[in-house]
């Protein structure tokens, strides 16, 4: 689930497979929750449908569906847009809204090919769409931001993505989240990677952590089905840990 929308997961270290090319399959990003620090490329998009699951003692969140859209503008920026159509069950109590948007500019500073690593830094904002929307607890008031540094170095076959970076909110102290995703090329149409990632405030024992793995499946030259699935490690006072979470969605490149 998104960082900035409820009480979702964050802290993480991630590695997953080497960068190709800004068209290559993608390390982080999804259907992980760690980002990687590639583009799309000049004028080029990538466009993700998912349906995702989040579910925790008492209730289930959906994001049926969850659009992320990414437009490259020239070879080292992305624009992101992300919006999600939420519903939570929990037992007798089903609702559903339009969940915040989540806009964002990637810079990608450093290239491995050159300095032996690739560096990004992508700035994100959440703007609440829908009043209605925090009043059902789908989402939480207020503007929120996320402000992480992506790195990514190649180790042979196998290459890891680091995310790390504050989350800040309008009346709540600062969080910190990060990520870590290791993964490799199965075959010339599927890599896979494992992540770990989580959320926490100064007091790492109010750390909401998970476990994660996917892939991703190249179909054709325009499409790659996107998998993974995952479970908790560690909740907060508030929250219990995760019992699962789920991603199945398509990329379209254009």
Known sequence: MGRLRGPSLRLAVFAILELVSARALAQGGPPMVTDDPGTPGN?????????????????HLFETPLVDANYGLGDRIQLKVEVPWLVRDAGDDTVGGLGSALLGVKYRFLDESVSGVSMAFYPQVEVGLLDSSAENGLVESGTGAILPIIAQRSFGPVSADVELGPVVRSGSKPRWFGGLVLGGDISAELNVAVEVFAETSSQF????????????WRMGAHSVLLFSAGTGVHGTDVHSAAKALAYLGVQILL
């Open 43 to 59: 004028h080029n998009w990538e466009i993700n449908v998912a349906l995702a699951l989040e579910s925790r003692t008492g209730e």
């Open 205 to 216: 024992s109010n750390t909401d952590a998970a476990f994660n793995a996917g892939g991703r």
